[in-house]
């Protein structure tokens, strides 16, 4: 406000897919909004892709190419970086590390990269004097870095929690809804192009886990640490364990929970069981959710779009505002010398499970499933035993309070009743 | 970053209630958090309340105590002037004029002063070089000023609903689940101290409607404007409107909407229909949600408290260290002179509506009814009648869109038909 800088805020696109052209269509849309609201323009001066003759659409023809994002980074008539190739190493990391290195800021919506390389980059970044902002990279257009690192910044964040991949949520939603097995829907996401090139990413909670990742460095203070999170797709879930779990109350979702607690940082993205008639379990589709918890404020949640054009360029434009405003904090919202090393947690903290076994048709079956949970610490809160098809009855239990480590003991001792069918299903159901 | 401030931010706080408290507890529980995270230690020099020799929660013997909010604002020793005062005349806005004059930035609650004064305090702010924060003056804890300003500042916001009184919530949904009549839950609502000395300010849309004003402002770009707020109270609504409603699949709710039509900006707060299985349907007890939508990112729902010591108190710490890092921006997101003059618009935008009337026992009532609505344009949706207690019946109506004129051209029709008892109720249908 004194002295403000009013001359434009130039950028540099690396990456014209569907967010890349989002961007520019946002920033050609609305020149006079963003500049009124920034106190300067904000205008494009180069972009970069993998194919030019590609048709795009968009009017790039005032803009400088260049063919080499490094190059693009490297500019000197560009102010902010912005990074939408995505991948974790290679092009992705070359070019904004030659942005950091010449004086650019960067704006970035690759999570992979954050989530392997963040403390690195950080440090680069502090070191040049440079600012990383990366709102985009987390739950598409819901402002949840900028709510965590800034709106929350009085309190000592004790819990975050979010579905944070659409593409696994509609996955599950569309198997519950049409009663179709998880083969099947995930041919379908794939058609409908929601799936990533490796859909491990998606199906296999990785893109997520780098979600819960960055927000976790933030939220607790600590360096970004990917490999400790505990890792779970959706791959195994079965349309039975949707109905079964729905009967009881429950929806299941690929859930991701970071919180500190006595036995250290937990980070954990798995399916579990979250109360029909909560927030999480009324999220229908590819909506995203996050719970951010507080100590002063309670709890939080935001729900918005998760992917798509509009609502992941919107996060990208929101932080190039904030930097052509002049907002300049450290990456994750505090000086990255000053991110601990976080000591993962051995054991999640205890929580109620949902079991599904099949029982065969043997007289005292039940009491020997029964007697093997006591004697592995397992109290039973609600049992639901069904009608037999054939030889086997499927048997849902919900415990007490337990730990993973019990119902593991628990899920080892059935085969020797011989009166369990099969493999146990046990997923952990999440107090939200 | 680049030659970053790092003198301790000095806060001088003028209030000490719940909110005040609240932040001096903060400030002095994660003083290490504060500093880490704003890069420089964050501390209180001076306090000021009516009554220095109240009983406080909280320490206070090692901040200057000043009794006059004015000379506090004016101290040497402070930085940021944070007023938790409320009021929208006097000595609030006295001490923040003088904050602003000698030099000071302002963080705020006061949803008030901001809704009278607004353009007008901006307007100061911006001459004098000084910053205006007020997170805490809407939606308590969810940082919905952030979201709207900064985290959606690359979208045309095409509209801003919200439920942002909880205190008006909770006495709808306890009307609901107790079956308890206004009167008697407006009584426990004040026996339980959730209502404003003038409880006016509550119950009849005012404090939500100063947040809608706000709201508004920044969305839109206008410069505040509570005067054409349409605002509608709750005290109208009777058990009998919610149960019925709930029979039609709505909850009621006193809700906030603002958006830019053809016909100019609308605002209005007052009592509709959503239905019960939205986000908003499904909002119980003093928990705010607020839905802000853009062009880009489409539909945003942020939820939290509303109200309280540490939500609130967590909101005007995000400002603190908002400014501790050195952002700055205009008050409303762009410059005070950029605001527009909003043009009101004339009528609502059109909607179904929810009519229910009493009607006599007598041949043909029912017909002379469908008359008048047929005459006045209205054509009905859906059309319930309840058996007769004593002469008259219960009819709900739920029309298709339509607009306020016509139901009110509809209401005044019927005393005519000599078949409707008493007055009829209306309420807006609200798409969500």
Redesign the interface.
């Known amino acids: 406000?004194?002295a403000p800088d009013v001359s434009p805020l130039r950028l540099g696109i690396a990456g014209l897919g569907t967010v890349g052209i989002?961007v520019v269509k946002?920033v050609q849309r609305?020149a006079d909004?963003?500049s009124?609201?920034?106190?300067r323009p904000v205008v494009i001066t180069a972009v970069s892709a993998r194919d030019r003759t590609k048709n795009r659409d968009a009017d790039l023809s005032g803009y400088a190419w260049e063919s080499d994002p490094v190059a693009l980074a490297q500019r000197d008539d560009i102010d902010v970086f912005v990074e939408l190739m995505g991948g974790h190493e290679g092009a992705a990391k070359d070019a904004m590390e030659a942005a950091l290195n010449s004086g650019k800021d960067v704006v970035t919506a690759n999570k992979a990269l954050l989530a392997h390389h963040g403390q690195q980059l950080a440090e680069s970044a502090?070191a040049l004097?440079?600012?990383i902002r990366f709102?985009a990279a987390v739950a598409g257009?819901?402002?949840v870095i900028?709510?965590l690192t800034?709106?929350?910044?009085?309190?000592?964040i004790r819990r975050v929690m979010g579905v944070m991949n659409g593409t696994c949520n509609y996955i599950l939603t569309r198997m519950e809804s049409a009663g179709l097995p998880y083969e099947t829907v995930f041919e379908e996401a794939r058609a409908l192009g929601y799936l990533e090139a490796d859909p491990t990413l998606d199906v296999g909670g990785i893109d997520a886990g780098h979600k819960l990742a960055i927000l976790a460095a933030i939220a607790f203070?600590t360096k970004v640490s990917f490999d400790a999170v505990q890792l779970e797709g959706i791959g195994k879930i079965s349309i039975d364990d949707i109905r079964r779990a729905d009967d009881m109350g429950y929806k299941i979702k690929l859930l991701g929970v970071a919180q500190i607690t006595g036995r250290g940082l937990e980070q954990r993205m798995m399916p579990c069981l979250v109360p029909s008639s909560s927030?999480f379990g009324?999220l229908q589709g590819g909506t995203n959710m996050v719970l951010l918890e507080?100590?002063?404020?309670?709890?939080?949640?935001?729900?918005?779009?998760g992917a798509g054009e509009?609502?992941t360029?919107?996060?990208?434009?929101?932080d190039?505002?904030?930097l052509a405003?002049?907002?300049?904090?450290?990456t994750f919202?505090?000086?990255a010398a000053?991110l601990a090393d976080p000591v993962p947690a051995v054991a999640s903290a205890p929580a109620a499970y949902y079991l599904r076994l099949e029982l065969m048709d043997k007289p005292g079956a039940l009491a020997k499933v029964a007697m093997v949970l006591g004697e592995a610490g397992i109290s039973i809160s609600r049992m639901r035993q069904y009608g037999h098809a054939d030889t086997t009855a499927p048997v849902l239990i919900v415990t007490h309070k337990t730990t993973r480590d019990a119902i593991d003991r628990a899920i080892g001792g059935f085969p020797a009743t011989g009166v369990v069918a099969g493999d146990a299903v046990a997923m952990r159901i999440e107090e939200v």
């Open positions: 406000m004194s989002g946002i609305h909004l963003l009124v609201r920034s106190g502090e004097g440079r600012v709102e257009g819901i402002p900028k709510a800034e709106g929350l910044s009085g309190n000592a203070g927030p009324q507080g100590d002063s404020v309670g709890q939080i949640v935001l729900r918005g779009a509009g609502p360029a919107s996060a990208v434009m929101g190039v505002v904030d405003r002049g907002l300049r904090m450290p919202g505090q000086p000053t």
